[in-house]
């Protein structure tokens, strides 16, 4: 049994910087019950993992709060309400004051959830049917919904998520916050906020993207002993970046020089939003670039040299100036403080027409999305929500509501690396594999944040890493760097 706290948005939490020994394998709901149902037919009975799901969940509830001795279960119709009467049952047995409030009519639980119910009334546990007067005391344990819920979260069920919202008391919640969507992480209309949330056989998706980051809570994963063949041999959606299985650049020898790592040339920069590129560049500098040149307006230079004195900078007022430049390089950054404006649209046609690995942002995808440019060969695409819903011409609410799909559709438009930023970024390759990020820190929600990692990206593509690889890689380093400034409040 493992355990991580995931970031928080709007910092209810802080994720600590300790080892992380969650799997990386990422599943979706139908692949979790896939695999419950392959644990049945290898002779494990539905209600012996149900039993140990509870008591999985029970040691992690009194783990969580040691002092407590007051439990309410709010219990839904399916096998989650199943898992949650038999935490009941663990509790009552403990000495503590259980009371399990049924939002779903106990007469509909079938198979299982049944049994449960049955073991919960035959130790004369109060069960009552929930109301919006039903008083909450002690921890809340969520055995609402479970993965299984596709739509928007319905009444009675949503007056009841709100009423466990509005409780103040600690929450537990079993398998995931009800109203949580596993396979997107998107927020089915309410959720849950849970303070703990305990999951079960695989990790599901949808725990580490999206509005994820919100409402789980502390994460605990229980594999319920499956046998980690079954497993091994299962289709997984994604993969979760860990340190233990990132990739890694080789190592430097001793009589290395700049000319092995690479030469990268950052355009952008328009008047008003030299900034950017320099941010960039910095970046790209200090991520093991061997060279780096910067292309801005003229305006710019004395500042970009002062900032960054490696730096190699040239005042550029047209495309044509660019032409010597790029026979030299060996990866292009395009796109921060780019503009849309004539001077930002040759410049990107030009970088448009180079044979060489690139990384486009900020500007760049606009103008990529007003399909005034194609993009080119061997590219990684960094874009944020709203960007990717103008690269796929759909609202930037379609994108959140579901970030993978929206990864995935944009990987394979443009035949690039995407990497879909915000809280659980995704980076997706047009082979069909999808990483996950759910490092970081609320503070990253700022400007600039995005041009940094186009250089990080920009100068590991120099260092000779493939594109999925230098995405995956650069994106996590973003994340962690960011948590740590964001913990010391640097």
């Not at 969940?57 to 009194?62: E, N």
């Not at 390089?329 to 395009?334: A, G, H, P």
């Not at 027409?353 to 990529?368: E, I, S």
């Not at 799909?405 to 035949?415: D, E, M, Q």
Request: overall charge neutral.
């Amino acid at each position: 049994e493992v355990r991580i706290i995931l970031p928080d948005i709007g910092a209810r939490r802080r994720m600590p910087h300790t080892k992380d020994e969650l799997p990386d394998a990422l599943y979706s709901a139908a692949q979790v019950r896939a695999l419950d149902a392959s644990l049945i037919a290898a002779g494990t009975p539905g209600f012996e993992l149900m039993q140990r799901a509870a008591r999985a969940t029970w040691r992690a509830l009194v783990r969580q709060w040691p002092t407590a001795s007051e439990l309410s279960v709010l219990a839904g119709h399916g096998n989650n309400a199943g898992d949650g009467y038999l935490v009941a049952v663990l509790a009552r047995r403990a000495g503590w004051s259980v009371r399990v409030l049924a939002v779903g009519d106990p007469q509909r639980l079938q198979g299982d959830a049944a049994l449960a119910h049955a073991e919960a009334a035959s130790e004369k546990i109060l069960i009552d049917t929930w109301t919006a007067q039903s008083e909450l005391r002690g921890i809340v344990l969520d055995a609402l919904l479970g993965t299984g819920l596709t739509g928007d979260v319905r009444e009675p069920y949503r007056s009841a998520i709100h009423a466990i919202n509005a409780a103040g008391l600690p929450v537990v919640a079993v398998d995931i916050p009800s109203g949580l969507c596993t396979d997107t992480g998107r927020m089915l209309g309410d959720a849950v906020q849970a303070d703990l949330t305990v999951t079960f056989i695989g990790l599901k998706l949808g725990l580490f993207t999206g509005d994820a980051a919100d409402v789980v809570g502390e994460l605990v994963f229980n594999d319920l002993h499956a046998d980690p063949q079954l497993l091994e041999g299962a289709s997984t959606s994604a993969c979760r970046l860990s340190a233990s299985n990132l990739p890694h650049l080789a190592a430097r020898t001793p009589a290395s020089h700049k000319g092995r790592f690479g030469h990268v040339l950052l355009i952008g920069g328009d008047r008003g939003f030299g900034g950017a590129i320099l941010l960039s560049a910095q970046s790209a500098l200090r991520s093991g670039a061997g060279m780096v040149s910067v292309a801005t307006r003229s305006e710019h230079v004395p500042a970009a040299l002062a900032r960054i004195p490696e730096a190699m900078v040239l005042g550029t007022s047209s495309a044509n100036q660019l032409m010597g430049l790029l026979q030299k390089v060996s990866v292009l950054v395009v796109g921060p403080g780019l503009g849309q404006a004539a001077w930002g649209r040759s410049l990107l046609s030009a970088a448009a027409n180079a044979p060489l690995p690139q990384v486009w942002d900020a500007d760049a995808l606009n103008l990529l999305a007003e399909e005034r440019v194609v993009l080119p060969k061997d590219c990684v695409i960094t874009p944020h929500p709203g960007e990717a819903a103008r690269l796929l011409g759909i609202s930037t609410a379609q994108v959140q509501a579901d970030r993978p799909g929206a990864a995935h559709a944009l990987s394979k438009k443009y035949t690039a690396v995407v990497v879909l930023k915000g809280a659980g970024s995704l980076i997706a390759s047009p082979d069909g594999r999808l990483a996950v990020c759910h490092q970081g820190h609320p503070a990253m929600a700022t400007a600039g944040l995005g041009d940094v990692l186009a250089g990080l990206v920009g100068a590991l593509l120099a260092q000779g890493m493939a594109t999925f690889d230098a995405a995956c890689l650069a994106v996590w380093l973003h994340a962690n760097a960011g948590a740590q400034q964001g913990k010391f409040g640097r």
